[in-house]
């Protein structure tokens, strides 16, 4: 094959693959304002209390771009990756399709304690996204 062939049929490669990801970048960009800024989408790994040492390291390594010391515990009903965002002055939290509002504390203290104990936010908010999951619709408490 010549270069010149090469080079043509990367840049076209290039640009079929690109195309979707620059579109998407300009929308996210057009949607940005000063007046709404893009929603803050943090993914943490939620689990119970006997395998938060390992998610603790994991998580430190993960941050300092090294390879996991430890495999992750198997997704169940208490341990599986969630995402909780911050959009302006309202929060969520998010596990697969399901998507329920919580306050700016809950949102803090999921945040920095994703274990799922007694008394802990974590498990409120669990319980309260399993719920509706369920389809029980709840307000947001006070």
Known sequence: MR???????AAALASLFAAPFGATAVSQRA?????????????LRVGTWQTADLRRAN?????????????????????YWAEIIEDGDRHFYRVGDTTVEI????????????NLYYFSRALKVHYRLTRARDGIVESLPT
């Open 3 to 9: 270069r010149r062939e090469f080079t043509r049929l």
């Open 31 to 43: 949607l940005a304002t000063d007046d709404h800024p893009l929603a803050k989408v943090t993914r």
């Open 59 to 79: 998580r430190i390594a993960r941050a300092a771009g090294v390879a996991l010391p430890w495999p992750e515990p198997p997704d169940d009903d208490s341990n």
């Open 103 to 114: 306050s700016k504390l809950e949102y803090e203290r999921v945040l920095s304690n994703p």
